[in-house]
């Protein structure tokens, strides 16, 4: 979620899931 960009920064593959997630 959301806590994943701030608290995991360092893991651009989490937060491109996370993005993908979001946008369907």
Do not use: N
């Amino acid at each position: 979620g959301a806590k994943d960009f701030v608290v995991k920064p360092f893991q651009p593959s989490r937060v491109l899931e996370a993005v993908q997630r979001v946008l369907g």
